[in-house]
Structures are given as C-alpha cells and as structure tokens.
C-alpha cells in the first residue's frame, strides 16, 4: 500500500495534465465543489467537504472520522510509539485562494476529537484539540467536472497530555501530512 499510494498520485497527475480542456477550470467566477480525501474510507473512516468558489477565493467547510487512521506518526515533534491518535467525528472550515491557475493556498481550523489509545494496555481516553494550519493544493481536472487534489496540510495546536496510570501522553504540537482528494464541480459558472 506504501508503494501504490504514491504510485496512484504520480499516474494521476500526469494523466490529468493531458485531460486539461480548452477552456481553462480555473476560469471560474463561481462553483460549486464536493471533494473527499479517499484514503478516510479505506482505514474504516470517511471526509466529505463542500466548498464555494468565487473567482479566486474558496471556502470549503468539511468532516471528518479517520477510521484506523493513526495521525501520530504525522507528528514531527513528540510523536510516541507507545500511543495510537485516531480521528473521530471532527468538523472543519477551509478558506483559501488561487495564486496561479489550480494552484491554491488556504487556512484552516479543525475542531479535532481524537481517541488516544495506548498500544500496550489497548486503554482509550479523548482529547479535544482546536487546530490551526495551512495547506497548499492544486485541482487537476480530468474532464470538465471530476478533479483530484494532492496537497500538503501543516497543524498546529496547544500542548495538551493525558496520564495512563503513570505513563504520560502528548500530544505534537505540530503535524505535517500529505492529503489526496478526489472532487466534483457539479455547477460553476464561467467568466465572460
């Protein structure tokens, strides 16, 4: 899985930029997108984003349950291999802009729930955590309609900790990680 992962993106992106139609998807006023990062279902979760496009600025809110997903190892700071960090229902707001074409930047805060389990005696307790980042993603169209989107997403979050019965968890106040949506611009209207 480690190695078709990357594999997909690249075969992807390279088939995308030949489906690129003449006229130009980032010639937009306005859209209407429906996007969601696939991986979520394979680890048993799911994501499901809306966003609205009004000539270079888009706002998405979204949702998310990452399944099995373990987010600590996109910790790049006190990440422990004694504890698994698993997305629950958690709900976000993106607001970004397109700096060059499909090319685009954007803010974002999510109202993590995670479950924090500790591998050696399977104990699970919550943590809440309010995260701020940023992200920089590009739209490949293939087709009118149907895009997919690889990006790179940096959090940021307050220092918070849980005790298990003496051995202490805390949380990374910083991850990185590698996303890879698929989406939908079901309406949009284009410039005159």
Do not use: C
């Not at 899985?1 to 997909?8: G, R």
């Not at 075969?11 to 995308?16: E, V």
């Not at 968890?169 to 209207?189: E, L, Q």
Request: net charge positive; aromatic share 18%; no cysteine.
């Amino acid at each position: 899985m480690k190695t078709f992962f990357p594999l997909f993106i690249a075969f992807s992106l390279t088939m995308s930029a030949f489906a690129q139609e003449k006229k130009h998807s980032y010639d937009v006023n306005q859209a209407l997108e429906v996007e969601s990062l696939v991986p979520m279902f394979v680890t048993g979760g799911y994501h499901i984003g809306v966003g609205y496009r009004y000539k270079k600025f888009r706002a998405r809110a979204s949702i998310i349950n990452g399944g099995s997903y373990n987010a600590e190892t996109a910790g790049i700071k006190n990440s422990s291999k004694d504890f698994k960090r698993h997305y629950k229902t958690s709900p976000g707001i993106f607001i970004g802009y397109s700096v060059w074409k499909n090319l685009e930047i954007y803010s974002f805060v999510e109202a993590h729930r995670f479950e924090i389990r500790q591998k050696a005696t399977d104990v699970k307790k919550n943590m809440r955590s309010l995260d701020f980042g940023g992200g920089v993603g590009y739209q490949f169209f293939i087709g009118k309609y149907f895009y997919i989107q690889p990006a790179i997403h940096v959090y940021t979050r307050k220092s918070k900790s849980l005790d298990f019965d003496g051995a202490k968890y805390t949380i990374p106040n910083v991850d990185i990680s590698p996303v890879f949506r698929i989406g939908y611009r079901f309406w949009n209207k284009t410039k005159q």
